[in-house]
């Protein structure tokens, strides 16, 4: 006769619930897993499997009832950290797309903007070309994996239940927050040598209006520095794949919440 305690039966449902919610929350914010594309029940089927594969390898958990207050609180604290690491990631895209959009501007594409269904506004499209660069990069380098696999470490640098008001838990969340300046900075350090370019070729057609003032600079100047914008594109499109894998490496350091 197997006899099951109700301790025993609050650390199952426990040892299942709370890292799944971890698990939710990083997939919810994530780059490419909380895709709007990705049906919703794909996204709950993979938590599940991934909970269900994290679950024995836990440590001790907190004995409380799943419907009493404290674990309701330890629930919200598995969220928060899932959303905190999907975030960080989330910023690294924002980034790349960011260094896009700067580089659109600069080539006069600003007009030239599209739906973005992910972020529910409208993005460029060089932004557009980046985020679709940076996606491919991430999968093809099982980025993704990296990120899985800094997920599951969470567990055990950030136990379920310790206490995350401690000051080494509290230098965690501050790191996550300075992190966004240094992606941005990276970002930015992207799109300069196009910015770069693209400011030299309006300063020359500043200087030949002034040179010759019968020239029609809105004629010339849009075609020309477009034309320059996309050969730009093209001479450092095989040297883009390195700082944008480092600034997603990056991402996944400041993910892991260390």
Known sequence: MIHITTDQLFIWINSFIWPLTRILGL????PVFGNVAIPPTIKISFGVVLALIVAPTLGNLPTVDPISLPAI???????????AMGFTMQLVFAAVEMAGSLIGMAMGLGFATFFDPQSK???????QFMSLLATMLFLSMNLHLALLSTLVDSFTRLPI????????????????????????????HMALPIIAALLSTNVALGILTKA????????????????VGFLMIMILLPYLSAPIAHLIELGIQHAALR
Do not use: C, K, R, Y
């Open 161 to 188: 239940g310790a206490d995350l008001s401690n000051t080494q838990h509290a230098t965690m969340w501050w790191h996550i927050v300075t992190s966004a300046s240094v992606i941005f900075t990276s970002g930015v």
């Open 27 to 30: 997939i919810a914010f994530a």
């Open 212 to 227: 010759a003032p019968q020239l029609n600079l809105f004629g010339i100047g849009f075609p020309i520095t477009m034309g």
């Open 73 to 83: 609180l330890i629930l919200g604290e598995q969220f928060l950290i899932g959303v």
């Open 121 to 127: 506004g409208t993005s460029s499209a060089i932004s």
